[in-house]
Structure formats: structure tokens, C-alpha cells
């Protein structure tokens, strides 16, 4: 595929596309740390509460520039409502080749290990893009206009291999595995390597990796430590929680000033560490 450089400056947008009220409301947790980040950078943030593609709501990250809300953009910067945003990063576009997706690989954060990788695309009945493959994350991407009309092949051969999933799995086909856009995504920009660029990892540290930190640190205590300062937050006031929160607020603050976005992938109970007062 064929993609032309712009040479006139990339008009770049910001943007999250939160269709329910679930995603809304861990944005609004983080909404404040993302605002003050575009403000330094001048950049505008646009949040989509609807399905770009409501038959595919995995894939609506890669099409809000089909929307009016982005018709005067040409590139968008797009961000998972689970990113926490360090206000004080700088910009993922600095010395970005607009003609590539600029995605972060998974790689720069676990240790090397082929196997982790190739049962994640067998996970997916895909075979791997590569005999030591990579997993691209998603979370928090760059693209183009251009762009964007290849992630609508991909959607495409997605919906095909839907069918063929659902086919050999039946009952047992786990709704999330038939959604999931990123082994797609991942592996189709793997086929053809001019078309990816390497994100700075800082810019989507995933939480658990930056947690675990090699095995130094384990994940059980701190999911269970979160979980309960959730929960103890929706049932008590604020000024009793926090103190019991001081040692997550201690660790958001080490998170977030070694890296630019932390990207909370799976269970979000960490962001309740950060809402009382990351």
C-alpha cells in the first residue's frame, strides 16, 4: 500500500471514542490529566459517545475520521479511556513519519520470549505475523487519513474471520476473542513493516508491566489492594479513603513521572488509586 507523505503540517486531533456509560466514567477519572496535557500542546480533544462502526464497538478507534467531529483533521492521535496521561509528557508526534502507523510493541516491555507471543495469536486461531513475532498495542496509536482506509481492509478481513471463529468455536466462542480488534490490527501492519513505526514505549506503559517491573513486585496484592479502595470509595467519603490510599497515590506519582501514559489494560481497579489523588 501506497501512502504519500503530507507536506503541508499535519492537522492533529486528540481523540477517545467512549460510547457507554462505563467508558465515560473512567474517562472522567482521567479526563482532567488528558485536557491539561492537549492544552500545553494546543492540540484539540474530541470524545465520540457513539459507535463509529456500532457492528464492531472493539473497532471504533479506527475510524473516528470518518465522523463530522473530525472532518478537519487529517491525523488523529487516539487514546484508550484506561490511558493516564502524565500533563507534563511531551508529544507522541515529535519526529513522527506521518506515512506510518506509530504504535508501541509490547516487546520493549516483557522479557523476550517468542512463546508469549505466538500463544497470543493462537489465542485468536491467526497465525503468527512471523517466526518471532510482536504484539503492536493499540491502546494508543497515530495515523492518518490514509491510514485509515487500510484499517477498513483489515476491519473487513476481521468480519470474515468472525464467521469463521464463531464456525469452529460455537458456544464456546468468548464474546471478548470475537471483538478483539489488536491481534488483527497487530499482525496485519507486522505483514508489511514500512507501514509501522516504533512508539516510544513511555507512551504506553502498560500498568502491570510497569507493576511487576521484571518480577520484582506482584500483581495479586496490588489488584486486591485497589479493589478495595474501589469499593471503599463508592461507600465511604472521600477524606476516609484517601489516607488509606497514600501508598497507591505514591505509586501513581513514581508511574507517571517515569513514563508519559500509563495504559491501564485490563482490570481498571488501579484508576481508583489515581482518582483519589494520583
Same mark, same amino acid.
Given at each position: 500500500m501506497?501512502?504519500?507523505?503530507?507536506v503541508?503540517?499535519?492537522?492533529?486531533?486528540v481523540?477517545?471514542?467512549?460510547?457507554d456509560?462505563?467508558?465515560?466514567?473512567?474517562?472522567?477519572?482521567?479526563?482532567?490529566?488528558w485536557?491539561?496535557?492537549?492544552?500545553?500542546?494546543?492540540?484539540?480533544?474530541?470524545?465520540i459517545?457513539?459507535?463509529?462502526?456500532?457492528?464492531?464497538?472493539?473497532?471504533?478507534?479506527?475510524?473516528?475520521?470518518?465522523?463530522?467531529?473530525?472532518?478537519?483533521?487529517?491525523a488523529?492521535?487516539?487514546?484508550?479511556?484506561?490511558?493516564?496521561?502524565?500533563?507534563?509528557a511531551?508529544s507522541?508526534?515529535?519526529?513522527?513519519d506521518?506515512?506510518r502507523?506509530?504504535?508501541?510493541?509490547?516487546?520493549?516491555?516483557?522479557a523476550?520470549?517468542?512463546?508469549?507471543? *505466538?500463544?497470543? /495469536? $493462537?489465542?485468536?486461531?491467526?497465525?503468527?505475523?512471523? !517466526?518471532s +513475532? &510482536?504484539? %503492536?498495542?493499540?491502546?494508543?496509536?497515530?495515523y492518518?487519513?490514509?491510514?485509515?482506509?487500510?484499517?477498513?481492509?483489515?476491519?473487513?478481513a476481521?468480519?470474515?474471520?468472525?464467521e469463521?471463529?464463531?464456525?469452529?468455536?460455537?458456544?464456546?466462542?468468548?464474546?471478548?476473542?470475537?471483538?478483539?480488534?489488536?491481534?488483527?490490527v497487530?499482525?496485519?501492519?507486522?505483514r508489511d513493516?514500512?507501514?509501522?513505526?516504533?512508539?516510544?514505549?513511555?507512551?504506553?506503559?502498560?500498568?502491570w508491566?510497569?507493576?511487576?517491573?521484571?518480577?520484582?513486585?506482584?500483581e495479586?496484592? *496490588?489488584k486486591? /489492594? $485497589?479493589?478495595?479502595?474501589q469499593?471503599?470509595g463508592? !461507600?465511604? +467519603? &472521600?477524606? %476516609?479513603?484517601?489516607p488509606?490510599?497514600g501508598?497507591?497515590?505514591?505509586?501513581?506519582?513514581?508511574a507517571?513521572?517515569?513514563?508519559?501514559?500509563?495504559?491501564v489494560?485490563?482490570?481498571?481497579?488501579?484508576i481508583?488509586l489515581?482518582?483519589?489523588?494520583?
Amino acid at each position: 500500500m501506497a501512502l504519500h507523505h503530507l507536506v503541508c503540517t499535519v492537522r492533529l486531533a486528540v481523540a477517545a471514542v467512549c460510547p457507554d456509560p462505563r467508558q465515560r466514567g473512567l474517562l472522567e477519572i482521567v479526563r482532567p490529566g488528558w485536557e491539561e496535557w492537549t492544552r500545553r500542546h494546543a492540540l484539540p480533544l474530541v470524545v465520540i459517545e457513539r459507535h463509529p462502526r456500532p457492528d464492531a464497538p472493539y473497532w471504533g478507534k479506527y475510524f473516528p475520521l470518518e465522523l463530522p467531529e473530525l472532518r478537519g483533521f487529517d491525523a488523529v492521535l487516539t487514546l484508550d479511556n484506561d490511558v493516564v496521561v502524565n500533563p507534563a509528557a511531551p508529544s507522541p508526534a515529535e519526529g513522527w513519519d506521518s506515512t506510518r502507523v506509530k504504535i508501541a510493541d509490547e516487546r520493549s516491555q516483557f522479557a523476550h520470549d517468542d512463546e508469549r507471543f *505466538l500463544s497470543y /495469536y $493462537a489465542d485468536y486461531d491467526l497465525p503468527p505475523p512471523g !517466526a518471532s +513475532p &510482536r504484539v %503492536l498495542n493499540t491502546g494508543v496509536m497515530l495515523y492518518t487519513r490514509e491510514h485509515a482506509a487500510w484499517f477498513a481492509t483489515v476491519h473487513g478481513a476481521w468480519r470474515d474471520w468472525r464467521e469463521k471463529f464463531r464456525a469452529a468455536h460455537g458456544e464456546a466462542a468468548d464474546a471478548f476473542r470475537l471483538g478483539n480488534d489488536q491481534p488483527h490490527v497487530s499482525a496485519a501492519l507486522q505483514r508489511d513493516p514500512t507501514l509501522w513505526e516504533p512508539l516510544d514505549v513511555r507512551f504506553n506503559r502498560l500498568w502491570w508491566s510497569w507493576w511487576e517491573d521484571g518480577g520484582r513486585r506482584r500483581e495479586l496484592p *496490588l489488584k486486591l /489492594y $485497589a479493589k478495595s479502595m474501589q469499593l471503599l470509595g463508592r !461507600a465511604l +467519603p &472521600r477524606a %476516609l479513603v484517601r489516607p488509606l490510599a497514600g501508598a497507591g497515590r505514591r505509586w501513581w506519582h513514581d508511574a507517571l513521572r517515569e513514563n508519559h501514559f500509563i495504559h491501564v489494560a485490563g482490570s481498571k481497579s488501579p484508576i481508583s488509586l489515581y482518582a483519589l489523588g494520583g
